[in-house]
């Protein structure tokens, strides 16, 4: 099975939260983040939060981490139009220079 | 300042023929790693240079791929001969000197390879 498993389709109305959720295996990851793709255009960092933290918020983005249940998820408040993406959770590995081991991407879907 | 750039942005090639993908980094971006995206599933790590060298090239799927960085400033990537399974989005990424360590890894906009 995949590393980091994401749900893969998201549909929301316009003005509604979001949540995006995430699991990830390796309990010694240090670093996990959000990259956001929208159509014909490469991966864009959201946002990212450390290991040793339970939540960061930024602006209508908020992270949630769950380290006991490798457990991450995203929200987005006052979900726009252009919000609608693909959203990949990523988990950093290995010390020093290391890599990003990504899911599978969730599409999300905004509707008036 | 220019992001990190992928060429081309499409290539449709036969299967058995040759094509070599190229990323030119951010400037001064010592860490440069190529991702694969395979029909809509996860996007896998291929290999890490720093610099000319190649770091970790562990996810390099057979010795039908081969990355080089010559001097240290853009790479290549050439699959020989391509299959139908090669194809997929070609991600690139570079980083400072510092690495992953809580820095963004700059994205390119990817190349989509399709094998026919």
């Known amino acids: 099975g995949e590393d980091v498993e994401q749900s893969l389709f998201l549909s929301v109305r316009e003005g509604d939260s979001s949540v995006i959720n995430c699991t990830y295996t390796?309990?010694?990851?240090?670093?996990l983040y959000w990259y956001k793709q929208e159509p014909g255009a490469g991966l864009q960092l959201l946002t990212y939060?450390?290991?040793?933290?339970d939540m960061k918020q930024d602006q209508r983005l908020t992270v949630l981490l769950n380290k006991k249940d490798k457990h991450l998820s995203l929200r987005i408040a006052d979900t726009q139009t252009g919000d609608s993406a693909i959203y990949f959770c990523?988990?950093?590995?290995?010390?020093?220079?290391?890599?990003?081991?990504f899911g599978a991407g969730t599409r999300l879907a905004v509707h008036p | 300042e220019a992001g990190v750039t992928q060429f081309p942005s499409h290539s449709v090639i036969e299967k058995g023929q040759t094509v070599t993908l190229r990323c030119d980094p951010i400037?001064?971006?010592?860490?440069l790693y190529w991702y694969r995206r395979v029909m809509g599933k996860e996007i896998k790590f291929l290999l890490h240079?720093?610099?000319?060298?190649?770091?970790?090239e562990s996810g390099m799927p057979n010795n039908r791929f081969l990355a080089e960085r010559t001097g240290g400033t853009y790479s290549t990537l050439k699959v020989q001969p391509a299959e139908l399974e090669d194809s997929g989005v070609y991600f690139c990424?570079?980083?400072?000197?510092?690495?992953?360590?809580?820095?963004?890894?700059?994205f390119g906009q990817g190349t989509r390879l399709t094998v026919v």
């Open positions: 990424a570079s980083t400072t000197t510092a690495g992953l360590g809580g820095t963004e890894a700059f």
């Open positions: 390796d309990s010694s990851s240090t670093y």
């Open positions: 939060i450390f290991s040793n933290m």
């Open positions: 990523a988990e950093r590995r290995g010390g020093g220079y290391n890599k990003l081991i």
């Open positions: 400037s001064g971006h010592d860490n």
């Open positions: 240079f720093v610099k000319e060298s190649k770091q970790d």
